[in-house]
């Protein structure tokens, strides 16, 4: 028996020991297509750069390739193919826990095949779009995953993106050159989305504190801060452009995390070996309500927040239909604020206030894409339905804890979207897109606040139907040579509601001065619809009655002009240069407004019935500098300066700052990793981010008017001369990664503020005090995360 115990023992350390001594691998798939006509390149070359004995394979009859036995760590690879421009892709990732994936477009060449001397760079200076020429860039996984504090939300690593600020530090929402958040879209898939985040915003915003979606279904998508091609309307400020992945078509592979905001598992795989279809689903938990549920309570004695969502994509190639593709989004969040129920410790008017707020979103959508047999026409077509459900109440407590409400709100909107082009490639130099967006968009707004003045409920909004939308478009892309191209769209808007109309002309170009300078231009107009409650909103005329002032508000519209240099320093770093000018004009702004505050461009989200008129306007103009290094020899970094002003002008005519005239936005981001382990196969990461930016706008407030009032009274003669001070973060993060022959996990560490840094959100009045005082925002914020992958 002792003999058998130790030849098992000794059988097992050699077990043991011949896998520590293996070279871990991993498989590198993915498919390479053309840019313009999505078609597959049979026969395409791809080449792992770097390695001797050389290691490649080629893409088969569907245009997909396999290579096997990749060392684990980060590649760089070569795709080439006869007749196109050849395709450098940077900074892949191989761990042993899963398969690493990439998907070329690649560029025919205009030039005879003698003449192709062009490397196109596969890095986030450019846009998986090749219609963008300026203020556009790629947001990878990667660096989702990796920036410092980024916690996985595309939102928040778009945050370094040059001319790129935050609201605040709780939610991910976007100022861009300036602009109100309002102006920005979501899109999924090619086809417009509702707000994508938990615990959102308010009423027209496009922010929130988390992203429903996780980067284990993202893909790398685009990310727009100003003149977009023709494709793209109902956007003022941005785009995001959200690509879903598809899953492993080859292998089952599973992911589980636990971390401080939630706990998440994914899976994906094909329905059957040998198969084409391939599933993807990934859902998440919030940790704080597993907490709560055992009995660990970290709110504050507040409302534990609460959130959950799944996110999943489904792939059907056939082999005459084309591919058909099922994909969707579902979250639901909750929040709010309690008292304390000693009301001896009442020492503020807050302190006697409560709020709850419950959120829902969901989508879900289906596309299909069809290449004809030409080889030189596609169609693309997306249906998707959404629904959000977005409810408050704020109730005011007695000091006998009876509560009474005075504010309660709901806004239910269901839409129905189907978006359909056809893309024709008449040769090498010229191809046509045209498309139609149709959305059919139900509702059903509640909202009600009790006047303090005549201490009666007033209805703000109570309707209940549905209203339509539909875009046009057309976008043609010329290319004079490898050096030159030319694009130029029309945008066509109409709103049912009102009947109103926006022609917006697109035109853009690049110029490949030298192998290293590259000249581009963008200009075009641009419009944004209102949330339909703002034009439902009910308001009560002289005569007492009931009328909704804003139903022929027109759509607010902007013409944006955009210069850009690149130069390209060496092959891992380039320098970036935009100077940008926004007109924006047919604004909403209140009527007979003594306060000359009252802009959409001052707002980020809400609702009011208030009665508007298009007669504001406001400008952007600014230069933006990115200098940026990629990822090579283990490190990477890029430090982003903007430089802007934000201005908006009253029917009075006389212009002022606009609230999120912060006037300069500074960012450095870094990183670094070290192989490390007997055989180097594992990984240590270390990420930085610093961010400092001129404070927002304030309207000051008069404290001996205040005082005499006992209540705040705010300055509107000086409104937005002053702002608070400088907003200044820094974050850091580190990782590690164990990679084993079939398996491997990450720790990693994320500190958003490490210097514990109070910026300040505000300053309000205090009647009981009888002083200005400061509301600041988040202090040090650490955010641990442990994922295994198998």
């Not at 997306?382 to 804890?401: C, K, P």
Request: with cysteine.
């Amino acid at each position: 028996m002792k003999m058998q115990t130790r030849l098992l023992f000794f059988a097992c350390l050699i077990i043991v020991s011949a896998l520590q001594a293996q070279d871990l691998t991993q498989t590198v798939r993915g498919t390479v297509v053309d840019a313009d006509v999505k078609s597959p390149l049979i026969g395409a070359i791809i080449m792992l750069e770097g390695v001797d004995p050389a290691l490649g394979t080629t893409t088969d009859l569907d245009g997909q390739f396999r290579l096997e036995n990749v060392p684990v760590g980060r590649h760089n690879f070569i795709i080439r193919y006869t007749g196109y421009e050849e395709v450098y892709m940077r900074d892949i990732v191989v761990a042993s826990g899963r398969e690493a994936m990439f998907n070329v477009e690649m560029v025919e060449s205009v030039t005879s095949l003698e003449e192709i001397t062009v490397v196109a760079n596969a890095d986030k200076s450019v846009a998986i779009n090749q219609v963008a020429t300026v203020s556009a860039t790629q947001i990878t996984v990667e660096e989702t995953s990796r920036i410092a504090a980024g916690i996985s939300d595309p939102g928040r690593t778009a945050q370094s993106v040059a001319g790129v600020s935050s609201a605040d530090d709780e939610g991910n929402e976007l100022v861009i050159r300036g602009n109100s958040p309002r102006g920005f879209l979501w899109r999924m898939e090619g086809i417009e989305i509702p707000n994508p985040n938990h615990f959102s915003n308010g009423e027209g915003g496009t922010g929130g504190g988390v992203c429903a979606l996780s980067t284990q279904v993202l893909d790398n998508s685009d990310f727009f801060t100003g003149a977009f091609p023709g494709e793209y309307g109902n956007a003022l400020s941005g785009v995001f452009d959200l690509n879903l992945r598809a899953g492993n078509a080859s292998r089952r592979e599973y992911s589980v995390q636990l971390g401080v905001l939630g706990a998440q598992a994914s899976l994906e795989g094909p329905f059957r070996q040998g198969g084409d279809a391939s599933y993807l689903v990934n859902y998440r938990y919030s940790t704080l309500e597993m907490l709560s549920k055992i009995g660990i309570d970290i709110s504050g004695g507040d409302i534990v927040p609460k959130w959950q969502d799944l996110s999943y994509k489904v792939v059907f190639p056939t082999k005459k239909a084309g591919k058909f593709s099922l994909w969707g989004l579902g979250g639901i969040s909750s929040a709010g604020s309690t008292i304390i129920q000693d009301t001896t410790q009442w020492m503020y008017r807050g302190d006697r206030f409560r709020d709850t707020e419950d959120h829902t979103i969901g989508v879900a959508g289906l596309t299909h894409q069809y290449i004809f047999k030409n080889n030189k026409t596609y169609v693309k077509t997306v249906a998707a339905y959404s629904h959000t459900n977005d409810q408050v109440e704020v109730d005011t407590m007695d000091f006998e804890l009876a509560p009474t409400t005075i504010e309660q709100s709901e806004f239910v909107y269901n839409t129905l979207s189907i978006s359909s082009y056809i893309h024709h490639r008449f040769n090498v130099r010229n191809s046509l897109r045209a498309g139609v967006i149709f959305h059919n968009r139900a509702f059903d707004s509640k909202g009600t606040y009790l006047n303090f003045d005549t201490d009666e409920f007033e209805t703000q909004i109570d309707d209940k139907g549905s209203t339509i939308m539909l875009e046009e478009y057309v976008q043609w892309m010329h290319r004079f040579s490898n050096d030159f191209e030319l694009n130029a769209g029309l945008h066509y808007t109409y709103l049912a509601v009102n009947d109103d109309v926006a022609f917006e002309p697109r035109l853009g170009a690049r110029w490949k001065a030298t192998d290293r300078s590259t000249f581009s231009f963008g200009a075009g107009l641009h419009s944004r619809v209102e949330p339909i409650s703002l034009y439902l909103g009910q308001h009560v005329d002289e005569n007492g009655d009931y009328e909704q002032p804003n139903l022929n508000l027109k759509l607010t519209k902007a013409a944006h002009l955009v210069f850009g240099y690149g130069l390209e320093l060496s092959r891992d770093i380039r320098l970036k240069a935009e100077v940008y000018y926004q007109h924006l004009y047919d604004v909403p702004v209140k009527i007979d407004d003594t306060t000359n505050v009252f802009s959409a461009l001052n707002f980020s989200s809400g609702f009011t019935n208030a009665p508007l008129v298009n007669d504001g306007k406001g400008r952007n103009y600014g230069m933006e500098l990115t200098l940026q290094k990629f990822f090579s020899n283990a490190w990477y970094g890029y430090a982003t300066a903007s430089v802007f002003e934000s201005k908006y002008t009253m029917p009075d005519g006389v212009e002022r700052n606009t609230a999120f005239n912060s006037n300069y936005i500074f960012n450095l981001v870094g990183g670094k990793e070290w192989s490390v382990g007997r055989r180097k196969t594992n990984v240590f990461g270390a990420n930085f981010r610093g961010i400092l930016r001129g404070g927002y706008r304030t309207v000051p407030i008069d404290l001996a008017a205040s005082v005499d009032m006992g209540e705040e009274v705010l300055d509107y003669d000086r409104a937005f001369e002053t702002k608070v001070q400088d907003y200044f973060r820094v974050d850091i993060g580190v990782s590690y990664r164990r990679n084993h022959p079939s398996w491997s996990w990450v720790l990693s560490l994320d500190i958003q503020n490490v210097t514990g840094r109070l910026n300040v959100y505000n300053d309000y009045y205090s009647a009981e005090r009888m002083a200005i005082e400061t509301n600041y925002m988040n202090g040090l914020i650490p955010i641990l995360n442990y994922r295994v992958e198998f």
